[in-house]
Structures are given as structure tokens and as C-alpha cells.
């Protein structure tokens, strides 16, 4: 839980907005691939930690249909985990500033860890996500899912296409059959 406290200094939350004025980009578009979905990553530099960082759902042009009670409480869940929940409405970037603000309606959700190097938080991550995996409100995770399989619009398509991208470099298109397409 310590690593908890020092996320919530580095990445301060308040009133709805969440701000992470980050040094320095270590890792970005890393793809981890849970319950065979892939999910990008990314890894940040502040003062002398790291912070990494999951799409659990990729910012989509529609939010997804889910009770702010529920948000509230996954974001109990992961805390107890030793994740910082991030679920936004609407964030921005500019370098490595990254604003969010939840006002109710989820257009994405982040989870986030600290540590003293790239490594041991992106290890973090990966770690409490395992155990956080059982506790995903369906809703989102249904949302991702409809994201990989064409159903729904990711806000930047640039997230889209490293979502779909195989990792021998070949383009992978939404299936239209409903199907999950082949990672």
C-alpha cells in the first residue's frame, strides 16, 4: 500500500480530475495481452520513480453504459490491489502532461502502479492486474471487446491500430463476423 500513497503523489487526484505532469516517456504502446485481448501499456518518468500505466478500456468515441456506483466500486477494488484507477470522460495530452476528468459517463479507464525502475512497475502492473483481473465490471470489458472487434470507435485511431497490430508486423482488421479477431 505504500506504493499506493506514492502514486496518489505523483498522480494527484481531485474533485474528478486527475493530473500526471510525467518527466519523461520510458515505454509507450507496449502491448500486454490478458485473457488473450491486448491491452497497451505505457511506462512514465517522475521525479525518481516510474509509474506504468494499462488501457484497461481505450478511450472510445461513445462511453460505455455502466452506473457511476459501479465505477466507484471497481475503484475501491483496484485500490485494494495496489492499483490508482484513472476512469475517465474525457483526458488530454500534451507531451507528457496527461489531464483526466470522470464526471460520470467512462469513455476509458487507466490503471496505474509505481516503482523505483521501468521494469519493476511495469512488473507491478501486471502482478495486482492478475489479481484484480476476476473483479472487471463486465460492462468494460465487454466495451474492449467490442472496441477489437469493430463494434465500437476508438477516439484515436493511431490506438486502434497498435491494439490490431500482430506482433510479426501484420495488419490485423475488426472482424464483422463478431468474432475476435485472430492476435
Not at 500505466?53 to 460505455?64: G, M
Not at 490508482?84 to 495530452?93: D, G, K
Not at 489531464?99 to 512497475?121: C, E, H, I, K, N
Not at 463486465?138 to 472496441?147: D, F, G, N, V, Y
Request: one cysteine or more; hydrophobic letters at 40%.
Amino acid at each position: 500500500m505504500a506504493d499506493l500513497k506514492l502514486l496518489e503523489t505523483l498522480v494527484p487526484s481531485q474533485n474528478g480530475v486527475t493530473v500526471f505532469d510525467a518527466e519523461t516517456q520510458e515505454t509507450s504502446y507496449g502491448i500486454c495481452v490478458l485473457d488473450g485481448l491486448p491491452y497497451i501499456f505505457d511506462t512514465h518518468r517522475k521525479d525518481r520513480f516510474y509509474v506504468a500505466t494499462i488501457e484497461l478500456l481505450t478511450e472510445l468515441v461513445i462511453p460505455v453504459r455502466i452506473p457511476t456506483k459501479r465505477v466507484r466500486a471497481f475503484c475501491r477494488d483496484a485500490r485494494a490491489h495496489g492499483l490508482l484507477p484513472i476512469p475517465y470522460s474525457a483526458c488530454f495530452f500534451k507531451g507528457n502532461l496527461h489531464v483526466y476528468s470522470f464526471s460520470g459517463p467512462v469513455r476509458g479507464f487507466d490503471l496505474g502502479t509505481a516503482g523505483t525502475t521501468a521494469a519493476q512497475s511495469e512488473r507491478n502492473l501486471m502482478e495486482r492486474l492478475n489479481g484484480l483481473w476476476p473483479d472487471v465490471p463486465p460492462a468494460i470489458a465487454r466495451a474492449q471487446k467490442e472496441l477489437l472487434r469493430g463494434r465500437r470507435r476508438a477516439r484515436h485511431a493511431a490506438d486502434l491500430e497498435v491494439l490490431l497490430r500482430p506482433p510479426r508486423g501484420e495488419r490485423v482488421r475488426p472482424a464483422s463476423s463478431g468474432e475476435r479477431p485472430a492476435l
